[in-house]
């Protein structure tokens, strides 16, 4: 099976998805022909910034042959630079411009960085760098300041589970609505992660129509059961219940952050419905059929306030930085229940 990944790859501007704002002054910046010699993009992994520095070298007119590509994580000393300072001195071999992709380029040494900068400060007539990073806070100021910088956006879940709707369909599979959104949900703000998701799945379906279940049996993500008993018993201020479902999470290997970010979107389904009905449209397009039964139930009992939501939605935001991821959650459930 192909790595869906590669072959979905944006190849032009009119495929890069939720990143409108770079596209658009990349191309404006190429038709008045004001290019710059050096280019820092920065955002999370998985978010387009290769797939666009790749678009932007074939947009220059620079053929495969005058483009290079290096992984800083593996050439991150000074003699790398010192060799690709070298490099960069010869002319291309069939284009106007060479094109040197650096990424995870906030991995440099210090010395390579300051050997960098040289090239960087006064860089050949013929070169454009475009150096890509997922920690910018990582990258020196003074090559900050020689670079016109691009932060790549998160893209939303409702994005990326379209994508993922789409690919699937592409390859002859049909997801339902709390499939795709699971799986957009573990791809947690990455292109590359949901399509990762979504080719293990496929890979291990034997059927064209894909349930959330099976997402869930495949990728180990916490049972939407065991979510929806977690929030009937907090919602009845049954805490014994509610820390017991808590455990069972924990003793099947369910990470929290994701039980936690299914548990609290479900709740906000729920105080939506209950506060608006012109939302139930919009919530049960995202949700399995027996999910929206469950919260459409729920929402009729009126017992989710947002007071309740907030302390949820505190508790959730402390889970990834907790020693006990499960702590937060156990500390919410306690404060809302008494």
């Known amino acids: 099976m192909p790595v869906l990944y590669r072959t979905y790859r944006p190849a032009k501007w009119s495929e890069v998805i939720g990143q409108d704002h770079v596209v658009n002054a990349l191309k404006d910046s190429i038709e008045n022909n004001r290019i710059a010699h050096s280019y820092l993009f920065s955002g999370s992994r998985g978010t387009g910034k290769t797939s666009v520095a790749r678009i932007f070298a074939k947009s220059v007119k620079t053929a495969d042959e005058d483009v290079y590509e290096i992984d800083a994580a593996s050439n991150r000393g000074i003699d790398d630079i010192r060799e690709l300072r070298e490099h960069v001195s010869v002319l291309p071999f069939s284009s106007i411009f060479k094109v040197y992709i650096i990424d995870e380029v906030h991995m440099l040494s210090k010395d390579a960085w300051n050997a960098l900068l040289k090239t960087l400060e006064e860089p050949p007539k013929h070169v454009i760098f475009i150096l890509a990073t997922t920690e910018l806070d990582k990258i020196p100021e003074t090559i900050v300041s020689r670079c016109q910088t691009f932060s790549f956006r998160k893209p939303s879940r409702e994005i990326i589970r379209k994508q993922v709707l789409t690919i699937a369909k592409k390859e002859g599979y049909d997801l339902d609505a709390g499939a795709s959104d699971l799986i957009a949900l573990l791809g947690d703000g990455s292109f590359r992660d949901a399509l990762g998701t979504l080719e293990k799945v496929i890979a291990s379906s034997a059927d064209k129509k894909i349930t959330r279940e099976e997402v869930e049996s495949i990728t180990g993500a916490p049972r939407a059961e065991l979510v929806n008993l977690f929030i009937e018993n907090l919602i009845a201020k049954n805490s014994d219940q509610a820390l017991s479902v808590i455990g069972q999470a924990e003793k099947i290997g369910v990470s929290m952050n994701t039980f ?23 919530v049960k397009d995202r949700v399995s059929d027996d999910d929206w039964v469950f919260i459409e139930e729920e929402a009729g009992k009126k017992g989710v ?9 505190e508790a959730v935001d402390g889970v990834g930085r907790a020693k006990i991821e499960s702590l937060p959650l156990e500390l919410a459930v306690v404060r809302i229940c008494q």
Not at 270 to 275: C, Y
Not at 305 to 313: C, E, G, K
């Open 260 to 282: 936690s970010t299914l548990m609290l979107e479900k709740m906000r389904f729920i105080l939506l419905i209950q506060n608006s009905a012109s939302s139930k449209a919009i």
């Open 305 to 313: 306030t947002s007071a309740m939501l907030a302390v949820l939605l």
